[in-house]
């Protein structure tokens, strides 16, 4: 299993700088892109077919017009519908535009509908703001048109960096892309809009770059880090989690989260409830054992234990001054902690105030997962908050702003969503692929909390462990499928957990 870099434009730009540097010519590139941009196209149009190619005015669509001449020598009919004639083309792009050697049509001419594929090779990892215009135009012809497109390298419009579409953006069935796959091609809605995506070797290397470091997450990022079980060992050695709670009416979320923790290994894993809420914990708990604690002294009092080693905390114990004292009485103890829902939300518009909890100097990982209208209400209030936090929730990108509330709180960010991103607080970052629209279910968080405590407590490092936990989650409630509910989501880890260990 090797590690997946996803690269920005400007690191792509420097890792085709450097290819070029090292001896291989841009135009090399450009024929090697072309040509399996030729070959994607091939496969999805085996038979001799009409295929219309959309030519931007950078290299994107160099890449373009040499496909467009592979295909028409394979006996395809082509057609090249272009934004700039080749004589208005440089560099690389009017090489490749001169290659291509017959009639290009202006965009405005191009006719999706009679086409049996489009190639889409307008704008790629150059684009650089919104499109507007003639461009827009063409776009919505080609995807009102219902024709299978491939985008090359990124569909257009849409942002490599962010997946976020630039005025309009082209909907593909493929892409291909090329060296690796871009943060874009992994996030909302520049997902949807590539299709699958596959990506061709042109003898660029991804490695070494400077900047942020962004992979798809899979094992690769967490497998070496998953605690191992000691044949000799017994429970004690795997950790104790400790679930908070909420009040009576309020309690399902936290036995959620500890059936995560417990599915996921933990060696032991205990639900903190008050005394009010006990019986009705207890009428629904096995193998979970309870404390009771009514209030965060009592909570304080009992991690002087140092048995138990990680925490989660947040799913419905409501939004207030309570929460945010159970929350420090958590961070004040130093120990693994995830701070879930209410444990976020009720520091609302005190940005600053949580991440000095957070930033306070300690040993043990805090893992913060919230989904977007949380991130959002931590950082942007209502209320009082400062520019930095409020920057950092206004930034257009997903990325961006998990690792913004990494670096701000010093903790490890779950940006939860369909594109789940985990940031730690130095910039690297991994986004998430393998989930299921039917993980989107009533207490699905919870579990997810649940299982990043549970790897915790049995010694895995924050990121990895939280990366892991989102992984399998996404795992479990895909293998699942239809008719998916919380409570199904633990009991799919064991499968999960088979297969990944063997
Ligand atoms: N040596 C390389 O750099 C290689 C690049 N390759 C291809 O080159 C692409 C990147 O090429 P470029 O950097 O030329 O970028 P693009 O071809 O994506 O687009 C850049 C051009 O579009 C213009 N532009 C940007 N945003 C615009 C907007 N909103 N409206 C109108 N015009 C806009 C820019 O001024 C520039 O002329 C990659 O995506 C890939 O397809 C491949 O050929 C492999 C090698
Ligand atoms: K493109």
Redesign the pocket.
Known sequence: MRMQPLLNSRQM?EA?RRT?ENGTP?FT??LR?GEAAADAACRMLPQAGRVLVLC????????GFVAARILADRGHRVTVAAMKPVADLSG??AEAGHLWGEAVCPLAAADPAGADLVVDAL??????????GE?VEAIARVNGAGRPVLA???PSGIDADTGLV??AAVKAERTVT?ACRKPGHLLYPGRAHAGAVEVAD?G?SCMGLDGPAVHANGPEIWLPAFPRIDPAGHKYDRGHALVLSGGPGHTGAARLAARGALRAGAGLVSVVTSARALAVNAAHLTAIMMRVCDDPDEFSDLLTDDRFNALALGPALGVGEATRRWVEAALEADRATVLDADALTSFSGMAEGFAALARAPREHPVVLTPHEGELRRLLAGPGEVSAEAREIAGRPSKLDRAVGLAAFANAIVVLKGADTVVASPEGSAVINENGSPYLGTAGSGDVLGGIVAGLMAQGMPGFEAAACAVWMHAEAGARFGPGLIAEDIPEGLPAVLRDLLG
């Open positions: 730009r085709d070029i841009g590139l450009m892109a931007g005015p950078g290299n994107n669509g160099g890449d690389d792009a704008f790629g990892t150059g684009l650089a703001r919104d499109l507007q461009v090359i390298d990124v630039r005025g090329f042109i660029v």
